[in-house]
């Protein structure tokens, strides 16, 4: 039953993805602003991505779908979990980098 749980997470994971890649488009006003990943559009993944960790993981723990132990890191004022906070923030922002370098490797060719 736990394989459920964690399958739940990663498509949770994947869908955040793609709703902060679509509200960056949105706020930089390209559809493909990944083709250009710079500073500009990395702090706008960054602070969204802040965001969206810090509201899914209050939630969560809101509305009791999981709670911490004792062994959590927890992030001062936040006071949300640290990895799985890590882990939204984190997982995009690889995600676009290393598209944009495939995306910049293509077209050089």
Do not use: Q
């Not at 706020?27 to 993944?45: E, P, Q």
């Not at 810090?54 to 949300?80: G, R």
Request: hydrophobic share 60%.
């Amino acid at each position: 039953m736990k394989s459920i749980y964690f399958l739940g997470c990663t498509i949770g994971d994947v869908v955040l993805t793609f709703i902060i890649y679509g509200l960056v488009a949105v706020v930089l006003k390209h559809r493909y602003w990944i083709r250009s990943f710079n500073f500009r559009s990395f702090v706008i993944v960054l602070l969204m991505a802040g965001l969206f960790a810090f509201v899914a993981e209050w939630v969560a723990i809101e509305l009791n779908f999981w709670s911490y132990n004792e062994k959590m890191l927890i992030v001062p004022v936040l006071e949300v979990g640290l990895s799985p906070f890590l882990a939204i923030v984190v997982n995009p922002i690889l995600s676009f980098i290393i598209t944009h370098k495939i995306i910049s490797t293509r077209d050089t060719r």
